[in-house]
């Protein structure tokens, strides 16, 4: 069974910085996409960033160069630098691991940015 394990979500006030960060384990050699999703009350699951093994990157449109989405060479591990936060990021982030008929979420963790 493959879990994943998200870390550093937290209350940050409006223009701060926050760092995410994922890790796997249990039966799984590598992912060959890892990235993060969001969801805010009452909206539908988002995507924040994307990261293939090769190290390409994919941003939803409202990212517009605040986020960095990085990834550990062993591409076991996805870590995800927010900046700029504003209120209207407020969401629980999830992680996701995909890896042929493998599909693995986080059990989120929690953004609250403050005004």
């Known amino acids: 069974q493959v879990q994943l394990l998200e870390s550093g979500g937290g209350l940050v006030q409006s223009g701060g910085s926050l760092r995410l960060s994922c890790t796997a384990s249990?039966?799984?050699?590598?992912?060959?996409?890892m990235g993060w999703y969001r969801q805010a009350p009452g909206t539908q699951r988002e995507l924040v960033a994307t990261i293939t093994g090769g190290g390409y990157t994919n941003y939803g449109d409202f990212v517009k160069g605040r986020f960095t989405i990085s990834r550990d060479k062993a591409q076991r591990s996805v870590y995800l630098q927010l900046n700029s936060l504003t209120p209207e990021d407020t969401a629980v982030y999830y992680c996701?691991?995909?890896?042929?008929?493998?599909?693995?979420w986080g059990q989120g963790t929690q953004v609250t940015v403050s005004s």
């Open positions: 249990g039966r799984i050699l590598s992912f060959t996409t």
């Open positions: 996701n691991g995909r890896s042929g008929e493998l599909n693995a």
